[in-house]
């Protein structure tokens, strides 16, 4: 059974950074696809970034496109989420997730796996 555990959440003001990661564990981690949603209180989840197997190739919702980074380090077994320039609006649980395709989606129903998530919390 694949688990994934996310660390890194806290409180931060804005213009802040946070660096998520997330540890998989049960499974073949540089099989997977991983990706990063966010869940905000009263709003549906959402895509915030994803890296194929191999970290070659990255994908970022637009509102996170030059603030955000998203890499692997499969030796690790670990995905991470740098998070630079935060604004308040970026408030949410974050979750990581594995895919075990080489395509990465946006719709969170094509994940296979996910992780417990972390508060992100960014003050104004």
């Known amino acids: 059974q694949v688990q994934l555990v996310e660390s890194g959440g806290g409180l931060v003001q804005a213009g802040g950074s946070l660096r998520l990661s997330c540890a998989a564990s049960g499974g073949t981690f540089g099989s997977f696809a991983m990706g990063w949603f966010r869940q905000a209180p009263g709003k549906e989840r959402e895509f915030v970034a994803a890296?194929?197997?191999?970290?070659?190739?990255?994908y970022y919702a637009d509102f996170v496109k030059g603030r955000f980074t998203i890499s692997r380090d499969n030796a690790k077994n670990t995905v991470y989420l740098q998070m630079n320039s935060l604004k308040p609006e970026d408030t949410a649980v974050y979750y990581c997730?594995?895919?075990?395709?080489?395509?990465?989606?946006?719709?969170?129903?094509?994940?296979?796996?996910w992780g417990q998530g972390t508060q992100v919390t960014v003050s104004s």
């Open positions: 997730a594995a895919r075990t395709t080489t395509t990465v989606p946006a719709d969170p129903a094509d994940y296979d796996y």
């Open positions: 890296i194929r197997r191999s970290g070659g190739i990255t």
